[in-house]
């Protein structure tokens, strides 16, 4: 099955405003905190976007790409997993 590049696009960019959807509240001092819950029932609250995106199971490879970059950020940098997600996925939309 093929598919047109407007609609890879298109698939590209939704999978991108998912990612930035989850991490979008998270921005800031007033970023909300969100309850992760693995599989045997152990609890994590965080805010904290490294950690958001490693215990995320994300399977689409453009969303996959976006967490690398923003990991090798924080990795890098120390900080910035959260902006660099939303600034990806702003840049996305153009």
Not at 40 to 54: E, F, M, R, S
Not at 75 to 86: I, P, Q, R
Request: proline share 2%; net charge positive; aromatic share 2%.
């Amino acid at each position: 099955e093929h598919i047109s590049k407007t609609q890879a696009l298109l698939i590209n960019m939704a999978a991108a405003k998912g990612l930035q959807a989850v991490l979008k509240s998270n921005l800031g001092p007033k970023g909300t905190l969100k309850m992760l819950v693995g599989g045997a029932g152990q609890i994590k609250l965080t805010k904290d976007g490294n950690t958001l995106l490693h215990e995320m199971q994300i399977q689409h490879p453009t969303a996959t790409l976006i967490a690398r970059a923003a990991t090798a950020t924080d990795d890098t940098v120390g900080d910035g997993t959260t902006s660099t997600v939303l600034f990806t996925g702003e840049l996305l939309k153009q």
